[in-house]
């Protein structure tokens, strides 16, 4: 009697575990895979629609730092959900040499990515079914030098979700070293010393030494030449510029405890260049730069676990996906 009390509390156990894993990976949208021409190369990308409602919009997903798909490994659907729960549609793209676009993504400068940003704009104009008067830009980290170029004197992007954006790229490695010495920390020696070595290797790359030259006098092992061109070509990457010819609103998304980007200085200058009927500020408590749920973010195995067996409520900061949710919902009001 108790084997058979057992067997059947295994088997609830199990078709309850199996049905929440079903929810959590079901979202409420439609998810269509497209290519994309643009003057260097097919993209292959995916768009997101309402399952029910007509699309009120369309937004636009550039990806941060790094070889990123167009899901950002299914990072990017529970947002994707929320922001078809308000009628957007959803656009996002592998970056260049990744799934099945073409190019090299780490051949690209900032420019080059405005520009394969605007290629999507074009592209999405034509799709029939994708008509809106509403273009929004959503971007994090490394998209915050990409987005600023592309709203530079348009007229025809209603806002930009901008979400822990750096201004300096040089500035911005300062700041994560130091961060990441500090979280281990490392004594002044130690500090002194990795500071003197990242210099070292900084005025390599700003002299435009050649990758072997650089490897035989850092003996950085971990770099690789692409990655080496790809800074050469981006290290002096500053957004002010850019930053104050936007016209249009700017939704700027900060991480409370951002060890990336110094939340403090983009929040200082964005405040300082962007005109105030323009600039809107939230800071999301308890997160990092991932925007990740912070029960989990010190975790790499519960992360792998929530991005596995619950995306949709446990792997992002619910305070960050409310908080996107609700600048869609309040752009759709004729007020907006």
Known sequence: MKKRIWLIIAAAAF????????????FAMNEKEVVMETADGTLSGIVTTPKKESIKGIVLFV???GPQNA???GGYRPLMERFAKQGYASISWDKPGVGQSEGNWLHQSMNDRAKEVEYVIKWA??????QSKQIILWGA?????????VMTDRTDITASILVGPAINWMRQGRYNTLQTLKETNASQEQIQKTIEKEDEQNKLLEEGAAFRAYQKKTDDQEMTKDRYEFIQKNMKADATSDIKRIQSPIYL???????????????????KEVAPQWLHIQTIRDVEHSML?????????LITLASIA??????????????????????KTPSH
């Open 15 to 26: 078709i309850f575990i199996t049905a929440f894993v079903f929810y959590e990976n079901s």
């Open 63 to 65: 990806h941060g730092d």
């Open 71 to 73: 899901t950002y490994d």
């Open 125 to 130: 104009k034509k799709e029939h079914n994708l």
């Open 141 to 149: 980290s490394q998209a915050g030098w990409v987005i600023p170029k």
């Open 253 to 271: 998304v900060l991480a409370q405890n951002d060890r990336n980007v110094d939340s403090a200085e983009t929040k200082r200058i964005y405040e």
């Open 293 to 301: 749920n912070p029960l989990i973010h010190h975790s790499n195995a």
């Open 310 to 331: 619950a995306p949709k409520d446990f792997l992002l900061s619910q305070a960050y996906l409310d908080h996107c949710e609700h600048i869609l919902e309040q752009l």
